[in-house]
């Protein structure tokens, strides 16, 4: 298993690119079926779930060229509707493909899917949606049958505003008969990137970003070339990664919008911003302080995505910070792992306390998870000696080229395969 070895108590500095969003690829890659033709997708980061995304698309019959930061799939010869259990397995996010592939072929087999255990992360949203649409689901020993002759507009109400459920929906009533008006929709900046796509692909989507998502089913979607948005959890992190490291850092092609609840917290903790179009330039404080409190929340909130990060910039603020996760009830594994590098944390159900201490210092430390990686090898770039971080192959599946980017900002990061 790979591990990611770093010398810390180098600032970084200088600039860096931010890749395409990676919760913006999937489900645009999952909308490349419903043209049953050609997407030509700009932007497209080089990711582990990205990578298992196209072994699915392949292996139900899609055939995809990579030219660079572009793909092109095309879905016009897709000869099955029954993903492989093991992809289905490795990535959470597949089971986006389940709307996309009952609206273009009527059926569809998936196993449960997988990706990060931060929590129970159920699908029934999701599978609700989809039957009301007049979809036949049925759940039978860990796989999913789905069967419809024909999708018909209706209105969804969640009863969350989850994101994976909100782009099933959007993806399945896009070629569904009438109109789908979906309330408490999530209102991710990743839903707006899908609209955009189906629209540019001739379909009618709108609302997206507010809580109401109207979609009127067309019967035909054509060829698409889409550019993907920038990724605000890869800019939130090396924003956090600029202040940790004592440094400071200018991001180019962001979204400044997207990350202004990172933003604002980094500016509580004293950190010097600086915005300039789509680059922002963050400084990072002579004394840092801890943000009070953090509570993570759908956006336009303080995302989940984000707050190991934040939990890990916190452990060496001056004073105590209040981080509450409400989205997943199992999202505090890095804690465990930042106090063996020195880190004050105490954990309590959904709430973390940490209190700043002076320094952190290099371990040994395990990546349980994508975010949480990413949090220990920040850690890492901060702590007083040497640590390394094991199982980066979580960290593989958001950051593209990772310790690549770091070692070019003066970070002492490798790679041991
Ligand atoms: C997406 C993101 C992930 C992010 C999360 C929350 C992608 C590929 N992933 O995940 O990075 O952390 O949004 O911003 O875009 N839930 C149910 N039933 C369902 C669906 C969800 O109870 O059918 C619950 C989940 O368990 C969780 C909450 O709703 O507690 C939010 O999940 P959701 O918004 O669906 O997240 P994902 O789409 O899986």
């Known amino acids: 298993m790979s591990q990611f070895f770093i010398k810390g108590g180098l600032p970084l500095e200088g600039e860096v690119k931010i890749q395409g969003a990676k919760n913006a690829v999937l489900p645009i890659l999952a909308g490349a079926l419903l043209n049953q033709g050609k997407s030509i997708i700009h932007n497209v980061p080089e990711l582990r779930d990205v990578n298992t995304m196209i072994s699915i698309l392949e292996s139900i019959g899609c055939k995809i060229k990579k030219e660079g930061k572009t793909l092109i799939v095309d879905s016009s010869s897709i000869h099955t509707n029954e993903v492989p259990e093991k992809l289905v397995r490795e990535m959470r996010s597949s089971i986006i493909l389940l709307g996309a592939i009952l609206a273009t072929h ?7 899917p997988g990706g990060c255990d931060i929590g129970l992360r159920p699908i029934d949203l999701h599978l609700k ?45 896009s070629l569904a008969q009438g109109l789908t008006i979906i309330r408490n929709a999530a209102k991710e900046p990743e839903i707006c990137d899908l609209q955009n796509f189906i629209n540019k692909m001739g379909g009618q989507v709108k609302g997206a970003g507010t809580n109401t998502v109207i979609i009127n089913g067309v019967s035909k979607l054509q060829d698409v070339e889409y550019k993907i948005m920038p990724d605000r959890i890869a800019a939130g992190t090396f924003a956090t990664a600029a202040v940790i490291s004592g440094g400071k850092l ?6 400044i919008e997207h990350i202004s609840s990172v933003v604002s917290k980094l500016q509580e903790g004293g950190s010097k911003i600086a915005r300039y179009n789509n680059s922002l330039t963050i400084e990072s404080p002579k004394v840092l302080k801890a943000v009070e409190t953090i509570r993570t929340l759908p956006y336009p909130g303080f995302p989940t995505d984000m707050q190991a990060q934040m939990m890990a910039l916190m452990t060496i603020a001056q004073g105590t910070s209040i981080i509450t996760e409400t989205i997943f009830e199992n999202r505090f594994k890095h804690a465990s792992q930042l106090i063996r590098m020195g880190a004050n944390i105490k954990v309590d159900g959904r709430v973390a306390v940490i209190k700043g201490v002076e320094k952190l210092y290099g371990a040994h430390v395990s990546a349980m998870d994508l975010r949480g990686g990413a949090a220990l090898t920040l850690a890492g770039l901060a702590a007083e000696g040497e640590t390394i971080v094991d199982n980066i192959y979580h960290v593989d599946r958001g950051y593209e080229y ?9 970070a002492s990061i490798i790679r041991i395969e």
């Open 106 to 112: 009527k059926q569809a087999k998936f196993s449960y």
């Open 129 to 173: 949606s989809l039957r009301e649409l007049g979809a036949e689901v049925k759940e039978s020993h860990g796989y999913i049958y789905c069967k419809s002759s024909i999708l018909k507009g209706c209105q969804i109400q969640l009863d969350y505003p989850s994101v994976g459920a909100t782009e099933n929906i959007m993806l399945a009533a």
């Open 250 to 255: 200018t991001l180019k092609d962001v979204n």
């Open 402 to 410: 990772f310790e690549k980017s770091l070692q070019e900002l003066g």
